[in-house]
């Protein structure tokens, strides 16, 4: 028997500057609706939190590129996101956001109990400083070249070339992206939270006593324990957010990575004046729906300051997910490579389940997936229409074709019946420990096999067969697949809730309990509504329409006159000169194991064959690249990364979609040696 009377359920903050997008949905939100439509039909307690995240840099830099105040940035966003997500039918039970007086008052008052019971360091330190944008800089609004792998367009916090997590100060070259300027370093004061206090603590918590937790999200806090917590600042030097609310903090507010998971609770606050049970008291259980980039935030960081303040709950589970992808491409919001919600539900009206399904049967549960239209045309077409929607179709016709819509009476169960029968406890069972583990591509899964069972039961009888030769078998088959229709009301609710409804409404059935399925739910004599479709064929024409439009993003990336990066400080032809550029031809190339990002190439510089480690695996195929013509600079000094020198770089080229095209010569008849000059 569970410990726990109540569950909170709390989804990622998604951010105020941009609309929702299918990653999203993939990664957090059709799964927390999932969880949360399940246990309300089991009769629990529950309650389901959502809100915008308001604060912070980029909704300051948007603000200032359209001449309006983050104000209206985040109130035009945040209304397009909370209505986008009611019309998928994400069931939250407040969709708050932080930049209301409740947060504001409830952050503010958190941090002062931190500050008062001195849990915070107080440091001065050199910081970067955007001197014509007259602003300190975020570490992702520093930019500059990887002292690990030379990436020239690193971030100051990582480098997505070769995963290397980065301080802003180790950064050569170090540029501001919000006016191309070298940044000057320049004193201030913040406010740290000392996370190397907590380390013992995380390692009891979630090393010894969380081994149940999925393996992404184990294996990265294990990766951050291991390798050491450091203090990490909880205010930062901005005009827009939660003023720090202290002396001498003038000018600072509350760093986002701090302000937002306490909007989790000031939303509960917004929703009942009751807020204290949901976050204070044991027999809560609080789970937590989020993507993999917010791993550190909702497993280290933020049960850290709950632990600090000393009487909240902490997380039962953060069951994360991947990434999604798009066509075979990294899902971007800056190339608008995407599929947005509030787009998606003017182009396919009345299709939320759609969505819903193909997002959860492709669910990158445990490793990156992919979205494609061709996919989600396929799995709507070729499962809800000619498994689920076939099943409730005939079914209902066949009920009105004989007995005028009526439910028959059902005579002695044979073997095969009471086998069929038999399985609906068993699909149940399966799909409850799905669930209860995170694991919903696989609770879908048993969802589609009751239709599929209901089919496999109506080919088998063949009912249209034997009317003519055994009218009181067929009572007794009709009667059976009315029940199995009835379950799938019940069981496809937390997934399909549309398509679920439109089914209780054909069926003329309220809405049941989980505990109620089974057999004998519909009881002869009762009336049912005439079939209408449940789901409806897409055409390949709608399909090409969204496929065009992709292209057309596409297109229209390459075309777009986006401004160039500023010009690096001159050098000299004597610094030039230094640099011996060769072609070379790629021999061998070989993934480098436990990396994304990662290749081991050999290749023959002309002088010598050398081995090279070069962050281009998420473009290349090793396979598709021996062979290959490139220019390598063959006197960089050599570098170990991931435990293999590297004895050189291969020159290449960011595209306007982000991806690499290797910097090679055209001319087939250019020899491997030749010098570049």
Not at 452 to 458: A, I, T, V
């Amino acid at each position: 028997m569970s410990k726990y009377k109540r569950t909170l359920v709390t989804t990622a903050l998604p951010y105020a500057n941009g609309p929702v997008h299918i990653g999203h949905l993939a990664g957090v939100y059709i799964p927390a609706d999932i969880y949360v439509r399940y246990l309300r039909l089991k009769g629990k307690e529950v309650a389901f939190i959502g809100g915008s995240d308001e604060h912070g840099v980029p909704i300051t830099i948007k603000a200032k590129k359209e001449g309006i105040t983050p104000q209206d940035v985040v109130d035009r966003y945040h209304n397009i996101i909370k209505k986008s997500f009611s019309e998928l039918g994400i069931s939250f039970d407040i969709y708050s956001r932080t930049s209301s007086d409740t947060h504001a008052e409830m952050a503010s008052d958190f941090f002062k109990h931190l500050y008062k019971e001195g849990k915070f360091i107080e440091q001065t330190s050199m910081q970067y400083y955007d001197e014509e944008a007259k602003q300190f800089l975020a570490d992702r609004y520093i930019t500059g070249t990887c002292p690990h792998c030379n990436n020239e367009n690193a971030y100051g916090d990582q480098c997505e070339a070769c995963g290397t997590s980065l301080n802003a100060t180790d950064l050569i070259n170090p540029v501001s992206a919000i006016t191309g300027n070298k940044p000057i370093q320049k004193e201030t004061k913040h406010w740290f939270l000392p996370l190397n206090e907590y380390e013992t603590w995380l390692k009891e918590w979630i090393l010894d006593s969380h081994k149940e937790w999925k393996p992404n999200v184990y294996g990265q806090c294990k990766s951050w324990i291991d390798g050491g917590l450091h203090p990490r600042a909880v205010t930062r030097d901005l005009d827009w957010g939660v003023p720090v609310p202290v002396e001498g903090a003038d000018g600072k507010v509350l760093y986002v990575w701090f302000d937002a998971p306490i909007g989790y609770i000031s939303a509960t606050k917004d929703l009942t004046p009751d807020w204290e049970k949901w976050w204070k008291d044991q027999e809560t259980k609080l789970v937590h729906f989020i993507g993999k980039d917010n791993i550190v935030f909702h497993c280290i960081i933020f049960p850290s300051m709950l632990k600090a303040e000393g009487s909240y709950i902490l997380p039962e589970n953060v069951p994360a997910n991947e990434f999604l992808n798009l066509e075979g491409d990294k899902i971007s919001t800056s190339r608008n490579w995407a599929v947005w919600l509030h787009e998606y539900l003017v182009d396919f009206p009345d299709k939320q389940d759609v969505l819903r399904y193909v997002l959860t049967a492709n669910a990158p549960e445990t490793k990156d997936n992919d979205f494609t239209w061709k996919d989600f045309q396929a799995r709507n077409n070729n499962e809800l229409v000619a498994i689920y929607g076939n099943f409730i179709n005939r079914t209902l016709v066949l009920t009105h074709k004989y007995y005028k819509g009526i439910v028959p009476e059902r005579g002695e169960l044979s073997d095969f019946d009471k086998e069929i029968l038999s399985e609906i406890p068993k699909i149940k069972a399966s799909l409850e420990r799905n669930i209860e583990n995170y694991h919903f591509r696989e609770a879908l899964k048993d969802a589609m096999n009751l239709a599929r069972l209901g089919n496999k039961y109506l080919a088998d009888t063949e009912p249209w067969k034997l009317i003519k030769t055994d009218e009181e078998r067929v009572k007794t088959i009709m009667n059976i697949c009315i029940q199995i229709a009835t379950n799938l009301s019940i069981i496809t609710e937390p997934f399909i809730p549309f398509s679920a409804q439109k089914l209780r409404d054909m069926l003329n059935i309220e809405k049941l309990e989980w505990e109620e399925m089974g057999d004998n739910l519909i009881k002869a004599g009762h009336c049912i509504n005439k079939a209408s479709l449940l789901f409806e064929k897409i055409e390949d024409k709608e399909i090409e329409n969204q496929v065009n439009k992709l292209l057309e993003t596409k297109k229209a990336n390459s075309l777009a006159n986006i401004e160039a990066e500023p010009a690096k400080e001159n050098c000299n032809f004597d610094d030039f000169s230094k640099m011996d550029i060769r072609v070379g031809t790629i021999l061998e190339a070989e993934k480098v194991k436990k990396t994304k990002k990662l290749l081991k190439l050999t290749v023959d510089t002309g002088i010598d064959k050398r081995t090279i480690v070069s962050g281009i695996a998420e473009f290349f195929k090793p396979e598709d690249i021996i062979g290959k013509k490139v220019s390598v600079l063959v006197n960089l000094a050599p570098k170990s990364l991931k435990g293999i020198e590297s004895q050189g770089m291969i020159l290449m080229a960011e595209n306007l979609d982000g991806s690499l095209s290797f910097v090679s010569p055209e001319d087939k008849e250019i020899l491997t040696g030749s010098t570049i000059c």
